[in-house]
């Protein structure tokens, strides 16, 4: 049971190049998300799927765009990336029942850096 | 639209002191979930504690406890006899009910450094 991983794990790219990460969770959870990270401004949502086949924009979606290939994968894409995309970046995955907000469990992280 | 301040950016404490990580919340909701999570040096995110908004019972698991307070909007996370290993990144977090699915909203953290 890996739980929820993610590739890669760092990533260098020159301004203007494209790339996806690769999230994936084996315990059957219904929703995923995508977050990043920045110094001091802890984590913030980018995108998020409530379900298979539904996603949804976050507090930060400028920039990328996802899709949650079925219910065990979800990828984030950076189309042109941009040295403000320099961020660590978290897929999380949780099961939510109607009504219940549930705890999300987190991949490892990918650590992105733009030239 | 809901928010969380965690307003201790750094806590330095020597070992076995106890120490309080504080966590103050805003939301309009009446149903809603705080969550605390740890992130050691090594990067990832460790789930500690979810509590709904109708259970206002403090929780304790071993040297960590969590007060909860609605009147003050909220959820303060302490450590007992701190330990080095306890060194970590600290976040409070919430999430409204109504949103389900929607993720949740993060306070900047807390870097607890407890120093030998």
């Known amino acids: 049971n890996a739980g929820v991983t993610q590739t890669p794990k760092f990533q260098v790219l020159k301004t203007g190049q494209s790339m996806t990460l690769q999230c994936a969770q084996d315990?059957?959870?219904?929703?995923m998300y995508w977050y990043r990270q920045d110094p001091g401004m802890g984590l913030r949502l980018i995108y998020y799927s409530a379900s298979e086949g539904t996603t949804d924009k976050g507090e930060v979606p400028n920039g990328y765009n996802v899709s949650r290939l079925n219910k065990r994968e979800f990828s984030l894409r950076l189309e042109s990336a941009a040295p403000s995309q320099t961020s660590v970046y978290f897929c999380?995955?949780?099961?939510?029942?109607?009504?219940?907000?549930?705890?999300?469990?987190f991949g490892p992280g990918t650590r992105l850096t733009v030239l | 639209a809901q928010k969380v301040t965690q307003a201790q950016t750094e806590i330095s404490v020597v070992e076995k002191e106890d120490v309080t990580l504080d966590c103050v919340y805003e939301t309009r909701d009446t149903t809603y979930y705080l969550f605390w999570y740890k992130q050691p040096p090594s990067g990832e995110l460790v789930f500690l504690i979810r509590r709904n908004s109708f259970d206002e019972q403090n929780e304790i698991s071993g040297r960590y406890s969590w007060n909860f307070q609605k009147s003050t909007s909220s959820f303060n996370f302490t450590i007992t006899a701190s330990q080095v290993v306890d060194s970590a990144v600290y976040f409070c977090a919430l999430s409204e009910a109504g949103g389900g699915a929607d993720g949740l909203t993060f306070g900047k953290g807390t870097h607890l450094i407890i120093q030998p």
């Open positions: 315990m059957n959870h219904n929703s």
């Open positions: 999380a995955s949780s099961e939510i029942p109607a009504g219940v907000v549930n705890e999300q469990f």
